[in-house]
């Protein structure tokens, strides 16, 4: 097997980005607290960790999947790490090599249409008894087993499912319903699904747009899915040469589009705001005047090396800049119009909520607060009350950064801060590594409990929490 040689000068195979080559089975020690009786479930993360030496440059975004996970039973704790081992991992597993390039490079037509490599590297959903890895660019929905992380194939509901999946499916907790989306950079060019809660497609729209457009997240609220069309997309001459580019029009207004999820005929209502670029929404709702409101991070400059950036140190993955902010928008739909307010000017990204308020107002979000450094770090978690417009910071330990903090309600709690903020927490020159519980209603405490991992835990994406009751539920099915 060729290791992967850290010695290359990607940012993102260094340090913390390294990837593990060990899968890892162990009980976690308490450092610091305790683990709180009523903590009761798996916390689990997706990131990437490239198994063999990248064909080529490499981007953070081409690793393979790998799923580290702490599950928490009867007052223990017990971290496993597994890669998601899909039909791309399987093909170069036994090739004994990286096979495909990375999106740094041109795609490998020869490999058409799988001209990049599906790793499910990027996000968990839970969903209907099942975890599910998912890729950003859109790929199949791996079936994960719990506890022990092992992939166990493609979800396909069934053989309803007849696009692909890209990250950020949601779950509506009223109707069970799972909204999710299909992008690429060929027509159709977006497709708009929705799965019931039986676990089966119901409708699967393909939503017209003017050309190839990035997309990474969806919206809803009960009435509508946001669908986005920014002004960030691929160089459709650089398609024609078989090349993927991506080009930020600072000419073009970005379209925020509603699409009814009452009526599936009814045309799409598109409100034009400034361009920009957004990676994570946090959530939407209709508040009581009937307006629409969407919460996320958005980013103004998502191009490294655009030459009307601001001078100013930003993480960058590859040509990607990160550096969003808290942003409100309000759809008035009576007058076709949309305004938006920024509401915050810390960067801040990957923010996560009590996932059972998706579509319905919220009052706390958790956001993970960047470091200013060329790489994606985070140095704190704040939370978001939006009802007061206030932030209250927890700040990781100076040198060591945290990951995506999940929030795991507490069983019978219905408030949204009632419950913990968990993720791991590492130093960055030792690669030390911990999980840290907090108590969301109290973000300046200390911890409720470190734990020490004993194995180190590379920087990673998305994380989910599987509540142990749904947990037995779904094993006992
Ligand atoms: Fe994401």
């Not at 499916?169 to 299909?182: C, F, N, Q, R």
């Not at 929705?194 to 997240?217: C, K, M, W, Y």
Request: hydrophobic fraction near 35%; include cysteine.
């Amino acid at each position: 097997m060729t290791a992967v040689d850290t010695t290359r000068t990607s940012r993102y195979l260094l340090g913390n980005y390294a990837p593990v080559q060990e899968e890892t089975t162990v009980g976690l020690a308490v450092l610091a607290g305790e683990i709180p009786a009523d903590l009761d479930g798996i916390f689990a993360r997706n990131g990437s960790n490239p198994r063999f030496a990248p064909r080529g440059r490499y981007h953070w975004f081409d690793g393979d999947g790998m799923i580290h996970a702490v599950h928490f039973e009867a007052g223990a704790a017990t971290y496993r790490n597994r890669y998601v081992r899909t039909a791309s991992f399987y093909e170069e597993e036994a090739a004994g090599e990286s096979l495909w390039t990375g999106i740094m490079e041109p795609p490998d037509l020869s490999r058409f249409p799988q001209v990049f490599k599906d790793s499910g590297n990027t996000d968990l959903c839970w969903f209907n008894g099942d975890l599910l890895a998912l890729w950003w660019l859109g790929g199949d929905a791996y079936k994960i087993s719990l506890p022990d992380l092992e992939t166990q194939g493609i979800q396909t509901f069934g053989n309803t499912l007849e696009t692909h999946m890209a990250a950020h499916p949601k779950v509506d907790s009223l109707t069970g319903e799972l909204l999710y989306i299909d992008f690429d950079p060929m027509p159709p060019y977006l497709t708009l699904g929705s799965i019931s809660p039986a676990g089966a497609v119901t409708s699967s729209r393909v939503i017209e747009l003017e050309g190839p457009r990035l997309q990474h997240d969806i919206a809803f609220t009960q009435d509508w899915v946001i669908v986005f069309d920014f002004s960030f997309m691929w160089s459709r001459s650089a398609l024609r040469e078989g090349r993927t580019e991506l080009e930020f029009a600072r000419d073009k207004p970005t379209r925020f589009g509603l699409v009814s999820r009452r009526d599936p005929n009814a045309a799409v209502r598109w409100f034009e705001t400034e361009p920009c670029f957004m990676y994570h929404v946090i959530n939407a709702w209709q508040d009581a005047a009937g307006n629409v409101r969407l919460l996320g991070c958005r980013t103004d400059d998502p191009l490294a090396d655009d030459p009307t950036n601001p001078d100013r140190i930003a993480p960058t993955l590859g040509k990607l800049r990160l550096e969003p902010q808290l942003v409100e928008w309000t759809f008035d739909l009576g007058a076709g119009a949309l305004r938006s307010e920024q509401l915050w000017d810390v960067v801040n990204e990957f923010p996560r909520m009590d996932d059972r308020r998706f579509g319905q107002q919220h009052r706390y979000s958790y956001t993970q607060r960047a470091a200013a450094a060329e790489t994606l770090l985070f140095d704190g978690v704040v939370r978001h009350d939006y009802v007061m417009n206030t932030f209250e910071a927890h700040d990781w330990p100076q040198g060591w950064y945290g990951g995506e903090t999940v929030f795991s309600p507490r069983p019978g709690g219905t408030s949204d801060d009632d419950g913990y903020l968990i993720t791991f927490v590492v130093e960055e020159a030792t690669g030390r590594s911990e999980l840290h519980v907090l108590d969301a209603a109290r973000m300046s405490d200390e911890p409720v409990c470190r734990l020490a991992i004993p194995v180190r835990v590379p920087t990673g994406y998305h994380s989910t929490w599987i509540p142990g009751d749904e947990l037995r539920s779904a094993s006992r099915t």
